[in-house]
């Protein structure tokens, strides 16, 4: 299918505004990290909100007032592990949660240059074990856009690997960061067509989020990670960003491991397409529905 008209209008202002730039300055510069609480305040008065912490940080469940199913995502936003979560993310999942009635968590968790992937490792095992604690009877899946979706199936791999009694019923993965290292020569050809994300600013970032480990770790690049015993992972990509090199790598390696990757992909599409008010956002939210209905 042919991008939208729309989509095709906020490609062009991205590439316009020298968007990816922007974003490129921010992450090289001093961050500064938001004043404001981690849950948005419209959405505490709108739904049934239970805010827990841990390790000082917070892990913000919301549902709908009058019905809620057992179906359960977590959510790891996305921000090359050093931005915090935006407005478009809490956007996007109350859209699946208005259109399914699910419990939607997300977790604040610790990002780079102060913290690195082991102290984020914490935060994130430590929340889901909660999680299935407080929800015994739920069904719980993980769900990520960026590096968030990278976040989420390392997680999933971990959990795997360590036999968790129970893991994941499913991963939902929106435009996946697999590999720190953006070493997929295939890469260099979808420099010019991704209008957000910078090989050097990613490069960067993941540098600061690894700090000094090696890259090519699974829990970093989960591309280099154990796919048999994993359950049903869907995959959204764009035929226009960088990451496509690597889902289509991963789409090759996983074709005789495990039946059960989904790849879903964007012609057209931009990094993260899923945040954007595009009629494609819609398409993807209709997709996750019926992927956690089943």
Known sequence: MSPSPVSKIVVWVLKV??????????????????????????????????????????????????????????FLHGGAYIFEASPYHWKLVQKIVDKRFCRMTLVDY???????????????????????????????????????????????????????????????LLSPWLDLTMSNPEIEKLKHSDHILSVEMLRYAGLKYSNGDNPDHYLLSPINGVFKGLPKTIIFYGTEELFYADCIKLRSMVASVNEAFVFSEYPGMPHDWAMLPIPERDRVVDEICAIIEE
Request: glycine share 6%.
């Open 17 to 74: 505004l020298h968007f990816k730039r922007i974003v490129e300055k921010q992450a090289l510069g001093k961050i500064a990290r938001s004043r404001k609480g981690f849950v948005p305040n419209h959405l505490k008065k709108a739904y049934s909100v239970a805010i827990r912490t841990l390790r000082s940080r917070e892990i913000a469940t919301f549902e709908h007032k009058e019905k809620v199913t057992s179906t359960h995502i977590i």
């Open 110 to 172: 610790p990002l780079a240059p102060e913290h690195d992937y082991r102290e984020t490792f914490e935060m994130v095992e430590g929340a889901y074990d909660m999680l299935v604690s407080t929800y015994p009877n739920d069904h719980f899946f993980l769900m990520g856009d960026s590096a968030g979706a990278g976040l989420a199936l390392a997680l999933s791999q971990k959990l795997a690997l360590d036999n968790y009694p129970k893991p994941p019923a499913g991963n939902i």
